[in-house]
């Protein structure tokens, strides 16, 4: 099983992807298992609103809930580091599409790095 993380607004498949990593209001968590989607969990970013340091901090907050996979559009530079430290790849993904449109573009690519 694998747990995807995806900035969102107001979370779930419908909807967009959030411009911001770091500023995104939640997460939308995805749990694919054999190809198929077993579980999704909406959480609230609690560092959207940190004036310093929120990188770091929602990295750490993406580890400790067990994300495998990160598809965000935008880089962060300040949790890159702490992310791939905790075993969490961090693939590129345009903004506004729908979360569906994402995993669903994930989960057919062969590399998992064709989803822009």
Known sequence: MIKI?????KGGLEDK???SLVRAETFT???VKDGKIERIEVVENPHKNEPYGAGS???IFLVNNGVNILLTPMDCPKGKA?????GVKIIKVK?????KEVIEA???SSSGYSLQ
């Open 5 to 9: 993380a995806i900035p969102t607004s």
């Open 17 to 19: 992807v959030h411009e």
């Open 29 to 31: 968590l995805v749990e």
């Open 57 to 59: 901090k929602v990295a």
């Open 82 to 86: 702490i992310l791939e430290a905790g």
């Open 95 to 99: 903004q506004g599409k729908s979360v």
């Open 106 to 108: 994930f989960q057919s």
